[in-house]
Structures are given as structure tokens and as C-alpha cells.
């Protein structure tokens, strides 16, 4: 549904071209790990679709969570050198740009099965 889609790889393809803001990891003694700021920023987001569509059949919202874990895999297999690295601030407004991106293809997915 949404990782198997073109838009998806698309920002697979957006998110490899900039890997190299990953390339270096804030101090050490950080409060959140790049795993921490991942997790939460894709929770909160599939919060707020559930929250949009509160009509939504419950095995279709399994269905959504389960297409948000396969998303915080991925992104854990691209990250696993900084997976548990203290994310610097320029790191932590692209997660969030990047997770934005995620979102709207879990709207647009929404959107298609309401149809």
C-alpha cells in the first residue's frame, strides 16, 4: 500500500541523497537517540491520521500500522550506524520534513481506499 508505492521510493531515493547529513552524530549524553526521534515523530504522525479519520475499519488501521513499522525498519536499516547516535539538529528537522513526506502518503493511501 504505502511502501510498495512509487512515492515511497521516490523518498527512499530523496532520503539516500542526503545521507550524508548522517555522517556525523551530535555529543554523547543526548536525552533521544536518532531510533528515539524516528519512533516518535512516525507515532505521532499515524496518531494524527487516526485522529483524521476516525472512521477508519479496524483492520485497515492494523493495516496502516503495520506499513508504519515497515517504514521505521527501513529507515533503521538506512540509519543503523547512528541508529542509537544522539541526531543533531539538522538531522532532526530533516526526520521531521522526511516523516511529513511519509504522511501525506499515508493520506493519499486513505484517500484511495475511501474511494
Avoid at 527512499?12 to 548522517?22: K, P, V
Avoid at 547512528?82 to 493519499?108: A, M
Wanted: aromatic share 10%; glycine share 4%.
Amino acid at each position: 500500500m504505502v511502501v510498495e508505492s512509487e512515492g515511497y521510493h521516490a523518498l527512499i531515493e530523496y532520503f539516500t541523497e542526503h545521507l550524508s547529513l548522517f555522517e556525523k552524530s551530535d555529543a554523547e549524553g543526548c536525552a533521544e537517540t536518532v531510533e528515539d526521534v524516528v519512533t516518535d515523530m512516525i507515532a505521532t504522525n499515524l496518531m494524527a491520521v487516526f485522529a483524521q479519520n476516525p472512521d477508519l475499519a479496524k483492520d485497515f488501521r492494523f493495516k496502516l500500522m503495520q506499513e508504519a513499522d515497515a517504514v521505521v525498519e527501513d529507515l533503521n536499516e538506512v540509519l543503523a550506524g547512528v541508529w542509537t547516535r544522539c541526531p543533531t539538529n539538522e538531522q532532526v528537522v530533516f526526520l521531521e520534513d522526511y516523516i511529513g513526506l511519509v504522511k501525506n502518503l499515508f493520506d493519499s493511501a486513505i484517500s484511495q481506499y475511501a474511494q
